[in-house]
């Protein structure tokens, strides 16, 4: 250990101190960090929390001394003291000279959120890994190359030495992440910067990485900051919380200090929302026990093909959807849960006859969609709706939320012009939004109103079921409650049916009565969502329920954590 | 609201609040736009040339097919604003007057300043003339005191024919006769490229097919056996407007690959498919939801469109196989620049090609400017 003398334990690693940063635009300072300080300790997690927006990956740039432009550091100082022998200013360093570079990736190491777009697609991970060890190791490449298997080894990359010389599309998103982790590790930095390293994994994967970057930090004595949004994984980790909210540092301190006593509303705020989404939502209306059946599936099947060659030869083929059967009752809300790939969207658009299944029955009230013509789907439409995931993608930039709403009443001639107006009112108050905004472009919204806008896009029609896709998963967690009891508030109003697809354990918890569990086109498990969540009779369901992070750090390690490796 | 947004701040600042919220994307666009200095310059370059080529009856101060046997090859004379007399000084337009004199022992005409003053006035009476080829008139925007004085500001040609009035005339010309076959290429190239992009399939194999078959032809040669099989019959300006209509038929194909990749890519867009189970019919998909989305994009490759066409013109009139005298147009003035006597006694017959400059230039960086503005979203 380079620790000689007796305080260096306590010393922090790395210090912020009174950071200012802001964004030089025409019309003047846009200021993005008000002033934040904290301190990062070896040996020890420190979890950045907040919002989007709230300057936390901005944060970790400033460390790095790599601000985007126009981004200005206007004052404060960045302190890294590695081996307690001197402290280096690292916002006096010039941004491209020697100094901060020998830092970068050599002492300060970085992983970013998403692992297919930080590695280069042309180099194969070992080169990758490699070059990093031979700019800050005087090493050969010989060694460099031994080393980077250990990397690898070390981050539990199953046959490391054919591994290295793969590409990073040959990688599966996790083992991509591994590789990143394994490629800032290589050259044992002191600090490891972690921004939303496991937001695009699948829960299963991430408890997986979560798990991995424990274990290395305790063999390497890392000190970690570690950027997310989401108060479980923090409860999971992290040693030490910083809370930001809109630049500026709101709360900080040991983990069971913030969570069991939080000080600032923020912090609160934030809390209750992740503890609430941990049961059933209070105000939830079950459906009533002798309920119709509204929707019948059966046998549903879909088969992507992939055609190649001149003749159109079908070389490979993707069962999306499996053979997949369920019952929905009038007023009931079943949640499809599984992971990216496994067919729920599929199934989704399945339903509402997006995508055309190859068999099936799909029958909506005793009239079977697989048969209907278009016009009678358009009428099948209008009583059945849809939802998306990205509220940014699925409004029309060029239209006012008046038209957006509008749009269906119009084409379905259900209401005319003079009575547009204050049907989109009423619609608009409906969903929490002021009807004085009706006139406004989707780029005046924030993420969660506009989905409210989709929302209010959906009940237009007056429906009887909604297929609602991730309506919440590009949302922020204290908005993705406000909109679950929006959700929740029409069900109640309008007795709506559900079709809720989400990969959140948690939020199909809160939403749904029922849960079917897919896994590879098919559902492996179905039934009420407390028996599924406390009993999980499926081997999938159990990896994935004991994947979910419990937002609780005193029940940190109380849980066995379950696999789930199929033989194909 | 709790939530309000703070992606606004990427948006304008200047423009906030309120204003920014129920800004339409032409008014983003326009924000954007304004910001790009060299393109708001552009911009007035192109006004100012289309103002000058729509009234160039009216701001030339000659008839451009008017010979004056005693100016050929005058050179321009420099327009002067103050005119300081016994008087004192005024602002008042005037030239010097140009005596035509011969040297005694090369024979070689000159010009030299006679110490006579000839001054211009606004809306001045000139030449007889038909404006727009409507009415009779000999109002000019501005003329000598004296209609009998001549003054050439880009000097005169080897007939002695008034420059600044044939560049006007040519401006009108150049500018506009390729304007038609950039529509026409316009209108193919959304249609077809958007049926092969939003139907795919074997509609969209059979447009692709087409397109690679249209951009395997020659253009030129294709070109030069046009004009030359065309009725010799027709006037001019009728030949070459056939011709760019042709030329036209083969423009499309670029715009046409474009659009079907934004269609493409577009239709699967969640708003697309939520406008089709709000039960939206295809051309309603289309046209109100979809086109709008490439306006932006539509009329910036517009603009670059433009100045190929100029070129076009320019270049081939200036081989002789476009237009060809009595029509005046950039590349025919060119022409007479073609050989030595004139880059050694005439340079000014080259300012034709200043204006061709000038003008690609600034419908290039006009069109820079709006793709960069077209998407206001972005970044």
Redesign the interface.
């Known amino acids: 250990m380079r620790q000689t003398l007796m305080d260096t334990d306590t010393s922090p690693i790395l210090q912020v101190q009174n950071l200012n940063l802001g964004f030089n ?3 003047g300072m ?1 200021n993005v960090l008000h002033g934040i300080s904290f301190d990062l300790h070896r040996g020890k997690t420190t979890c950045v929390v907040g919002e989007s ?1 709230s300057g936390k990956s901005i944060t970790a740039r400033a460390i790095l001394n790599m601000v985007p432009r126009p981004g200005t550091i206007n004052s404060g100082q960045i302190l890294f003291n590695p081996d307690g022998s001197g402290q280096i200013n690292l916002t006096s360093l010039d941004p491209r000279g020697k100094p901060i570079r020998k830092i970068r990736g050599g002492r300060i190491g970085m992983i970013f959120q998403e692992p297919m777009s930080s590695l280069s697609p042309i180099h194969t991970i070992g080169n990758q890994i490699t070059e990093v060890i031979q700019l800050h190791r005087n090493v050969d490449k010989k060694t460099a190359r031994q080393m980077a298997i250990a990397a690898l080894a070390q981050v539990e990359i199953p046959k490391p030495e054919k591994a290295v010389d793969r590409y990073a599309f040959e990688y599966s998103g996790g083992m991509r992440q591994r590789a990143m982790i394994a490629m800032a590790l290589s050259c044992q930095p002191d600090v490891l910067i972690a921004d939303e390293p496991t937001t695009a994994l699948d829960v299963t994967t991430q408890a997986e990485i979560l798990d991995l970057m424990k274990s290395l930090q305790r063999e390497l004595d890392t000190a970690i900051m570690f950027i997310t949004h989401d108060m479980g994984v923090v409860a999971e980790i992290a040693d030490e919380v910083v809370v930001m909210e ?1 630049g500026h540092v709101v709360e900080k301190g040991n983990i069971h200090q913030v969570y069991n006593a939080p000080q600032h509303v923020y912090t609160k705020k934030l809390l209750t929302a992740v503890k609430r989404l941990n049961q059933p939502a209070s105000t939830k209306v079950r459906p009533c026990t002798q309920a119709q059946n509204i929707l019948q599936i059966r046998d549903l099947s879909l088969r992507f093909e992939k055609k190649e060659g001149f003749f159109q030869r079908i070389t490979d083929v993707t069962k999306a959807v499996d053979g997949v059967s369920f019952d929905l009752k009038e007023g009931e809300s079943l949640g499809i849960v599984g992971e990216s790939g496994s067919g729920k969207t599929t199934l989704g658009r399945c339903i ?1 006859r ?1 995508y055309d299944p190859n068999s099936g029955v799909i029958n909506y009230k005793g009239q079977d969609l697989m048969q209907a013509n278009a016009s009678a789907l ?1 009428e099948t ?2 009583r059945m ?2 939802i ?3 509220p940014f ?6 239209m ?1 939320v008046k038209q957006i709403i509008a ?2 009443l119009i ?2 001639k259900l209401a005319n012009l003079a009575e547009l107006e204050e049907i989109v009112s009423t619609i608009l108050s409906q969903v929490g ?2 009807p004085n ?1 009706m ?3 989707p ?7 506009r989905q409210r806008i989709v929302i209010a ?1 959906a009940i237009a029609l007056k429906p009887e079921l909604i297929i609602a896709d991730e309506p919440t998963s590009a949302l922020d967690v204290s ?1 993705r409650t ?1 909109v679950l009891d929006l959700l929740l508030q029409l069900q109640a109003e309008m007795g709506l049916s559900f079709i809720f697809i989400s990969h959140d354990m948690a939020v199909i918890r809160y939403f749904c009565d029922r849960v079917a569990v897919m896994y590879r086109g098919q559902i492996v498990e179905i039934g009420e969502t407390e028996q599924i969540i406390t009993s999980p009779q499926h081997p999938y369901t159990k990896a994935l329920l004991s994947s979910v992070p419990i937002p609780d750090p005193t029940l940190r390690g109380t849980r066995q954590r379950h696999r789930y490796e199929p033989d194909s | ?1 709790s ?7 990427s ?1 304008n ?2 423009n906030s609040g309120k204003e ?6 032409f008014q ?1 666009t326009w924000w954007a736009f304004k ?1 790009h200095k060299i393109a708001i310059i552009a911009l007035w370059v192109i006004g100012i040339m289309y103002l000058l080529a729509i009234f160039a009856e009216f701001v030339a101060p000659d008839n451009p097919f008017k010979q004056n046997r005693r100016a050929v090859y005058h050179p321009p004379q420099m327009l002067h604003f103050i005119d300081t007399s016994e008087e004192g000084r005024h602002i008042r337009p005037y030239f010097w007057k140009m005596k035509r004199e011969r040297d005694p022992e090369t024979l070689a005409v000159t010009y030299v300043k006679s110490g006579e003053k000839i001054y211009l006035r606004l809306f001045g009476k000139g030449p007889e003339y038909k404006f727009w080829g409507l009415w009779e008139t000999n109002i000019k925007l501005f003329a000598t005191e004296k209609p009998r004085e001549k003054f050439f500001l880009f000097g005169a040609d080897r007939m002695g024919r008034d420059m600044f009035s044939r560049v006007l005339y040519g401006t009108r010309i150049s500018m506009s006769i390729g304007l038609v076959g950039v529509v026409i290429s316009l209108v193919l190239g959304v249609t077809l490229g958007g049926i092969s992009g939003y139907f795919g399939g074997r509609v969209d194999a059979v447009i692709q097919r087409l397109i690679e078959f249209v951009l395997s032809l020659p253009t030129i040669p294709i070109w030069l056996a046009l004009a030359a099989s065309l009725p010799p019959s027709w006037p001019i300006y009728k030949q070459y407007f056939v011709i760019t209509l042709i030329v036209s038929l083969v423009g499309w194909t670029e715009l046409g690959r474009v659009v079907r990749g934004r269609f493409l890519a577009m239709k699967n ?3 697309v ?9 295809e051309s ?1 998909i289309i046209f109100r ?1 979809m086109l ?2 490439l306006t932006s994009h539509i009329i910036a490759s517009l603009t670059l469109a433009i100045p190929l066409m100029i070129l076009a013109e320019t270049g081939l009139s200036f081989l002789g196989f476009g237009l060809t005298p009595p029509a005046i147009s950039w590349g025919v003035l060119l022409k007479e620049a073609q050989n030595i006597i004139s880059i050694s006694q005439a340079p000014w017959l080259f300012i034709p090609g200043g204006f061709v400059v000038l003008a690609v230039l600034s419908f290039n960086f006009l069109g820079d400017g709006m793709r960069d503005a077209a998407d206001p ?1 972005g970044h």
């Open positions: 635009m025409r019309q846009v927006g809109k509402a997006v358009r439409r209008k709706r849809m998306f995931q990205d993608a699925s409004l029309n930039p060029r006012t749009e269906p084409i379905n939004l002021d905004m006139e406004r472009y780029h005046a919204f924030s993420g969660g109103q896009r908005i406000q | 609201m939530e309000t947004s703070e992606q606004n701040l948006l600042p200047e920014v919220a129920i800004a339409s994307q983003l910001r867009d969640d708003f498919v939520a406008a089709r189970l709000d039960g939206a019919s309603r939801h709008p989305s979203y």
